[in-house]
């Protein structure tokens, strides 16, 4: 069984940072997908960005360039740094996992996830981040 466990949300000021963690704990043979997800008032919950069981990333378009996901495999730690925040931006954050993902599909949840389809089997309580102007 896999547990997800979101934190480092909050409030910050618009172009501010925050940098949110998902201790995950995998075991799992094969390629996997994880990363973070996001549902902000009055949307679909979308794809933000994801890593593969190598570590390659793939980014929603609205992130690129702002944020960074990146994992410590030593800590069973997800990271997603976020420089540049916006109003836009707001939104709880999950952290999501799909454990039977074929090689190179990771890029579909961060491109093309709107809510459905795909096949995230895990996920985090989620952790809110509010940014204001």
């Known amino acids: 069984q896999v547990q997800l466990v979101e934190s480092g949300g909050g409030s910050v000021e618009s172009g501010g940072s925050l940098r949110l963690s998902c201790v995950a704990s995998?075991?799992?043979?094969?390629?996997?997908?994880i990363g973070w997800f996001r549902q902000g008032p009055g949307k679909e919950r979308e794809g933000v960005a994801v890593?593969?069981?190598?570590?390659?990333?793939s980014y929603a378009d609205s992130v690129k360039g702002r944020f960074t996901i990146s994992r410590d495999n030593d800590k069973n730690t997800l990271y997603l740094q976020m420089n540049a925040l916006s109003p836009e931006d707001t939104a709880m954050y999950y952290c999501?996992?799909?454990?039977?993902?074929?090689?190179?599909?990771?890029?579909?949840?961060?491109?093309?996830?709107?809510?459905?389809?795909?096949?995230?089997?895990?996920w985090g309580q989620g952790t809110l981040v509010v940014v204001f102007s």
């Open positions: 890593v593969d069981a190598n570590g390659s990333p």
């Open positions: 999501a996992a799909d454990l039977s993902a074929p090689p190179g599909t990771c890029a579909w949840y961060s491109e093309h996830y709107s809510g459905t389809g795909g096949a995230l089997g895990a």
């Open positions: 995998l075991r799992t043979r094969g390629n996997y997908c």
